[in-house]
């Protein structure tokens, strides 16, 4: 587990909820963690992924469930609304509880 600074904390989680959103991932149309990773992520970014999106978990903002192939990841739907003020969200400053490895 890598260690992760605040603001790239923030940055990736606003890029994989915008990605989950874009995708319209809630439920039934989930996405493997490989295919999040591959999805417009910078070098140096995609080691940090797997710890945020399981710290997304932890907030229940990002729901997981096991498949065939590994773990598919998808929005809450219960957090809707706040899932959409992240995502409108401009710069480095967020609304989102920060937990740091």
Partial sequence: MAKVKKSEYIIISK????LLLRETCWG???M???NIKKS???????????DIINALVKQ??????K???GWKY???NEKREKLFSIA????KTSGLLVFIF
Avoid: A, Q, T
């Fill in 67 to 69: 498949h065939k192939h």
């Fill in 32 to 34: 493997y963690l490989d």
């Fill in 88 to 91: 409108k969200e401009i710069g």
């Fill in 28 to 30: 039934k149309g989930s």
């Fill in 40 to 50: 417009g992520f910078k070098d140096n970014e995609i080691p940090l992924v797997e």
């Fill in 74 to 76: 998808f929005l809450n």
């Fill in 15 to 18: 890029k994989i909820i915008r």
């Fill in 60 to 65: 229940r903002l990002v729901m997981k469930k």
